[in-house]
Every structure is written in C-alpha cells, then in structure tokens.
C-alpha cells in the first residue's frame, strides 16, 4: 500500500511538473520575452542619447544609472545586434 | 509682494539692476529675502558692487545674494549618483558608467536641467530660511524655456512611468509562481524614482502658476524690439499659465536732459504711448536714465524706492 501511495505521489508530482513546463513556462517565457522587449524599448527611451538618440532629459535620467547599470551592456549589444524585427516577433510565437 | 518674483527680459534692458533694487526695497521693509541669478553670464555681483558666489553670501540685513553656478550643481548631482552607484553596484561597473555620466553631462540642456534643480530647492526653502524670493533671470528665450520646462518634462516622465508599468505587470504575471522576484517588481527602484522626479516637476509647475505665490514682471527699454519681444513673451507665458504683473520700463529719458537727446526722448514718447496702450492693465513702472552706471548700494537705493511701488 505504502509503495502504491509513494508510486502515486512521484507520479503526481511528474504530472505537476509537466503541467509547468509543458503549459505555464512556455506560456509565460512568450509573456516575460514581452516584458523584457518593452523593457528594452524603455531603454532606449531612457539612455538612447547613448546611441545617439538625442534625449531632452539624458540628465535626469542619470539618477537611474544606479538601478540599470548591470542591464546597460547587455541592452546595448542586443539593441545594437537587432536585424530582423519580424523575424525576431516570429520566432517569439514559434512561426520560426 | 509674493513669494517669488521674477525678472525678466532682453539683454541689456537691465533686468539685474531692477531685481537687485526691488530686493533692496523689499529688505528695507523688513521681508527677508533672497536675490538669485538664474543667468549663467551672472552679473549680480556687479550690481552690488560685492563679491557673490555660488553660495549664498548676506549683502545688508534682510538680503541675501546667490549666484546659480550650472557647473558645480551639476558636479553635486554627479557625485551623489556615484556614491548611490557604490553601494549597489561592482566598483567595476562604475567605472564604465563613468563614461556615461561623462556624455551625459556633456550634453544640451544639463546645465539648464542643473540650474533648474537648484531652482526648486530654492522655491522649497521659502517660509522657512526666507519670506521672498527675487531671481534676475537670463534673457528671455533662455527663462522661457527654463519656466516651461516642467511642463514639457512632466508629460513625457509621465509616459517613461507608464511604458515601465506595462513592462512590470507583465514580469509581474510571470513571476506568478516567484514570491521574491514578485516582491522586487513591487518596489521598482525605477518606477519610484521617475514618480520622486515627475512630483518635483509637478511641484514647481505648482509654484509658478499660483498667482498668489509667483509673479513675473519684465523690464524693457522704449524701443521698438524690446516692446515686441516682450508682448510675445507675456502671451507664451499667460498660454503656460505664468501670472506676469506688469513690466518695468527703463531708461526713459528725462524732459529736462537738453536738446541733444530731444529727438530720441520724443520717438521714446511714442513708445512709452504704445507700451501703456499694449499691457496697460498691468502696472506699468518707468524708470528714468540715469546720468551714472547703477552699481553699488547708494545707486540700487536711488532707484529702490521706485522699483517698490511694483506691490502698490
């Protein structure tokens, strides 16, 4: 009986597993790749004057350094390797 | 007498001297008070005839002087979002953003975004270190700009917060199953610090177009530019909401200055009838040529008493 429960209890725990990664992670990686592209564009909202974007306020933006300044270089390379646009919302719904 | 009074102008019309004598007349009558010179070509301290600097030094009881200087502001600024960055970040990182602070601080507009941050700290510390604030301003196009800052900057922070926003909501949605990165998107550093950056903007607006708080008066010569220049300014300022109480008129060549200066003093009649007629319900002041340079206490004290009937 105990072996039985035991068997049960991995088995549902697989299930619970599969249900994660088969529904909900995918799911949410199309949802937090969203969040990371608007968080890129706000980027380039906020520090564009970097890519020579002019910027009205480049200098209160400055106050913000502190808080992205581990994103700038990863943002500036991704922003600055972007070249298919459409491929890039393609591949996000898996029409690669 | 409000709080702030503002000066402003064409180069050259005497702007200084007038925000300097007003100050004095608001001194003399007990009201402590501060002039400030907004102008990066500062020329307060020559009006006085004493040095003032970018610290505020007292010039007779109940005055003080103080002359903006961009750069250190901006220096300040600078130096406490390095420290900030020290205690968040690797000493490695800083160094690379250093470059960064290096651009930005180079670019146009720092030096009116640093002068325009010294300007709130002065506007909040009314009441509480000084009753009334006078401020010599720079020539017109550049206040302009500066009074109307806020405005501009206050509607596109608005949007920065509301593109962050979307972008937290939806981290927010998938980190349903991630109790502490939940917590983390809650208090975005981000979010808190555009809204403490949206709230002074929003706050100054709120000085500047409270009538009863602020008022602009321009100083003008009886001539045909500064007349035009002025009536533009007046109604940019009135479409952004800025109250303007009248306008100085200087240099008005007296009736007795002999016939050398005759032809010029009856074109300058003409203006002076076109100036009454243009912003005739604001009070309207007109200073005479004076035969001398207005510099020092005893010359600013000749024109004071004048310069005081702007609160009558």
Request: aromatic share 10%; net charge negative.
């Amino acid at each position: 009986m105990n072996k039985f429960l035991k068997a049960l209890r991995t088995g549902w725990e697989f299930f619970v597993l599969f249900h994660q990664g088969t529904f909900v992670d995918k799911n949410m990686a199309v949802v937090r790749k969203e969040a990371f592209d608007i968080n890129d564009n706000l980027m380039l909202l906020l520090f564009g004057d970097y890519l020579g974007i002019p910027n009205p306020m480049s200098y209160y933006m400055l106050e913000l350094l502190p808080y992205v300044a581990d994103e700038l270089e990863p943002w500036e390379r991704r922003i600055q390797n972007r070249k298919f646009i459409i491929a890039e919302k393609a591949a996000q719904y898996d029409f690669d | 007498m409000k709080h702030f009074t503002f000066f402003g102008g064409k180069g050259g019309t005497g702007k200084t001297s007038c925000a300097a004598s007003y100050a004095l007349s608001l001194a003399a009558r007990g009201v402590r008070t501060l002039v400030v010179s907004t102008d990066p070509a500062h020329s307060l301290a020559d009006a006085f005839d004493k040095p003032i600097g970018f610290q505020t030094v007292p010039l007779c009881p109940n005055l003080w002087g103080l002359e903006i200087d961009a750069e250190v502001e901006a220096k300040k600024y600078m130096k406490s979002i390095q420290d900030k960055m020290l205690d968040l970040v690797s000493a490695a990182i800083v160094d690379e953003i250093k470059r960064q602070i290096e651009i930005a601080y180079m670019s146009p507009g720092a030096e009116e975004a640093a002068i325009f941050d010294k300007f709130i700290e002065l506007m909040e510390s009314v009441g509480r270190d000084y009753d009334a604030i006078v401020f010599d301003t720079a020539p017109t196009g550049h206040t302009l700009r500066l009074l109307t800052l806020p405005e501009i900057l206050g509607a596109w922070i608005e949007h920065l917060i509301e593109k962050r926003r979307k972008a937290m909501d939806l981290m927010k949605m998938a980190a349903r199953y991630d109790k502490p990165l939940a917590e983390r998107i809650a208090n975005d550093p981000i979010i808190l610090t555009l809204t403490a950056r949206k709230d002074k903007f929003a706050l100054a607006r709120k000085y500047l177009t409270d009538r009863e708080a602020s008022v602009f008066y321009f100083v003008l010569n009886p001539e045909k530019l500064p007349i035009l220049e002025t009536a533009r300014a007046v109604e940019l300022l009135s479409k952004h909401g800025i109250a303007v109480g009248g306008v100085v008129v200087n240099k008005v060549i007296p009736p007795d200055a002999g016939p050398f200066l005759e032809k010029k003093r009856l074109s300058q009649e003409g203006y002076l009838q076109e100036i009454r007629s243009r912003f005739s319900p604001m009070t309207i002041i007109e200073l005479p040529m004076l035969d001398d340079d207005i510099q020092g206490m005893v010359q600013l004290q000749r024109i004071s008493a004048l310069m005081g009937g702007l609160d009558s």
